[in-house]
């Protein structure tokens, strides 16, 4: 990728979520604070929220049902990998996608799809551990500090090289809820400065550790 040429990014959104981090990297994109482009906003159901909010930003969206395909998850990822193709997507980001990508998709985009998690991985990740049930397990442990955390994905859940992440405080009295409200702003500015990082070429990748290049002036 040149300097000119923008971050071809496609979001796998989910069900139920808004599509919050899209839309704060949409704005990063409108606002020149990205140097990206939003190829495709990819979902399994037409009346998800976020695809909805998609289609009224005037996003190219895509709708891949795995339950409308035959062939089971073959037919799956051959689609998604297809759809990848067909509009010129260079990196993935799972923003509330909950289903685990197919194993050839993780192939082809190696250390190119990036998550976004509401915790300090690596604890509280894992299955079933997304939205205000890491929050909720955040407070029974007894957490005096939280976060958010960006990092690469791979074949399985919260496991891939860590990009970077952000500490927030739990305070006392806090509900799941108050703590999900005040790390998602934070998620948003990770989100964005993660794709900054990889839109500048400044990320390398050696085992699980991934290393920030400094930033040429």
Do not use: W
Not at 51 to 60: D, N, S, T
Not at 81 to 98: D, M, P, Q, S
Not at 144 to 171: L, N
Request: glycine share 10%; aromatic share 6%.
């Amino acid at each position: 990728m040149s300097e000119r040429d923008p971050l071809a990014l496609a979001f796998f959104v989910g069900t139920k979520g808004r599509g919050s981090n899209l839309f704060a990297v949409h704005e990063a994109i409108q606002t020149g604070r990205l140097a990206a482009r939003v190829a495709a906003v990819i979902g399994t159901r037409t009346d998800a929220p976020a695809i909805q909010r998609a289609e009224e930003a005037g996003l190219p969206v895509r709708i891949v049902d795995p339950k409308r395909l035959e062939g089971g998850e073959g037919a799956y990822e051959a689609t998604l990998l297809a759809t990848l193709r067909e509009t010129g997507a260079a990196t993935i980001v799972l923003a509330g996608f909950l289903r685990r990508l197919p194993s050839g998709v993780v192939r082809a985009f190696r250390h190119r799809i990036l998550n976004i998690h509401p915790a300090l991985l690596p604890a509280f990740g894992g299955k079933g551990m997304y939205g205000i049930y890491v929050h909720q397990a955040v407070l029974e442990h007894g957490c005096k500090v939280s976060g958010c955390t960006v990092h690469f994905a791979d074949e399985t859940y919260d496991t891939g090289p860590i990009i970077a992440q952000r500490a927030v405080p739990v305070e006392e009295g806090d509900t799941p809820e108050d703590l999900a409200a005040r790390i998602l702003p934070c998620e948003h500015t990770l989100l964005v400065e993660a794709l900054q990082l990889i839109a500048a070429d400044r990320i390398t990748v050696e085992g699980r550790v991934v290393h920030i290049a400094p930033e040429v002036r």
